[in-house]
């Protein structure tokens, strides 16, 4: 397929303003996306999405591994977290998503918008209602604190916006 030898790049390159990473960041979102199966039609757009959140959203695994320059990244809550306790909430959301808890369906949506997707753009694949996405979502974070015990320490793992 040839978007992803040329037009892909160009993509990128538009997207981080001819930054040296484009490649990285090319090379980051064909491993996200490998994971769902797109309409060979919907891949440019789907790509430039994925693209434009993980090269601009300081929270994304591109922007933590490729952009911090190892500094620790602030949180949205008052108090400060130690590694420990990040490395701990992250370990318990993947811990959840590869387990056969919950609901797939929910799990599958989520999966869907922290790899970069908007409400709009799940709709918009999947024909599920604004509405039904955001409640998915929400009952997602119950879910998790639920399973991770509840203990008061809750972070928020998925920013609905």
């Keep these: 397929m040839n978007f992803w030898s040329r037009e892909a790049y160009d993509i990128a390159r538009k997207v981080t303003s001819n930054h040296e990473l484009h490649a990285d960041l090319v090379h980051h979102i064909f491993i996200q996306m490998h994971r769902f199966n797109f309409k060979d039609s919907d891949i440019p757009p789907i790509f430039a999405r994925f693209a434009y959140n993980q090269w601009n959203w300081s929270q994304s695994e591109f922007w933590r591994t490729h952009r911090s320059d190892g500094e620790m990244l602030t949180d949205y809550r008052d108090e400060p977290q130690t ?3 990040k490395n701990e909430f992250s370990d318990c959301l993947d811990t959840y998503l590869h387990s056969n808890d919950g609901d797939p369906f929910i799990k599958e949506i989520t999966k869907m ?9 799940i709709k918009e694949l999947t024909g599920i209602s604004l509405d039904t996405i955001h409640k998915t979502i929400k009952q997602f974070k119950n879910d998790l604190f639920t399973y991770c015990g509840g203990d008061g320490a809750r972070v928020d793992v998925v920013q609905t916006t």
């Design 83 to 85: 590694q420990e306790q």
């Design 113 to 121: 918008h922290l790899c970069g997707m908007t409400f709009r753009d």
